[in-house]
């Protein structure tokens, strides 16, 4: 994903979006459909909603990181190990919707911080390097963006298959 494409304003917009539509979706989607996904070996739209959740967790607390401390260095990230050790495949539609609900509330909060005066500010990615709070929250915005498309493509895939 190519970021320090998008402004603040953009960025802010489309994280108070995407939570939304996450949700919108989320609630429209019966237990089948949460099963489902756009192929073998990929996650179901129970893990990428979990992914999600663990992004936010994860991403938000880099940006908490990077505010307090300029330069903070990160700790590494495995998404795929979060989302096995995290069993997201095992929860039921109402266990979706209220770890959807937490994540709202954290997003909230970075939403807060965002407020302030701190886009420039920075930590250290392992993989990344310097990245700063605009490129942080940008990141997260362009990665939900990508994986609410995977979702409305799994979800048109499972109306089309019925």
């Known amino acids: 994903?190519?970021?320090?494409?998008l402004t603040k304003t953009e960025i802010i917009t489309s994280l108070q979006t995407?939570?939304?539509e996450l949700e919108e979706l989320m609630q429209t989607c019966?237990?089948?459909?949460?099963d489902q996904s756009i192929g073998e070996g990929k996650w179901s739209i129970k893990q990428i909603a979990g992914h999600l959740f663990d992004t936010e967790e994860v991403w938000s607390e880099r940006i908490e990181q990077a505010i307090s401390s300029d330069h903070t260095p990160f700790q590494s990230y495995d998404p795929?190990?979060?989302v096995k050790k995290?069993?997201?495949?095992?929860y039921n539609a109402q266990e979706i919707n209220s770890m959807i609900n937490r994540l709202k509330e954290r997003r909230s909060k970075t939403l807060q911080?965002?407020?302030k005066d701190i886009w420039d500010q920075s930590g250290l990615h392992p993989e990344e390097g310097v990245?700063?709070?605009q490129i942080l929250a940008e990141t997260i915005a362009l990665h939900e963006n990508h994986h609410l498309a995977q979702?409305?493509?799994?979800?048109s895939m499972s109306e089309s298959s019925t």
Do not use: F, Q
Not at 1 to 5: A, H, I, R, V
Not at 86 to 90: D, F, G, K, T, V
Not at 151 to 155: G, H, L, W, Y
């Open 151 to 155: 979702i409305k493509a799994i979800m």
């Open 18 to 20: 995407s939570i939304r």
């Open 113 to 115: 911080l965002l407020e």
């Open 131 to 133: 990245m700063t709070v």
């Open 1 to 5: 994903m190519e970021t320090g494409k």
């Open 86 to 90: 995290r069993a997201y495949e095992l």
């Open 30 to 34: 019966d237990e089948h459909t949460l």
């Open 80 to 82: 795929e190990i979060y």
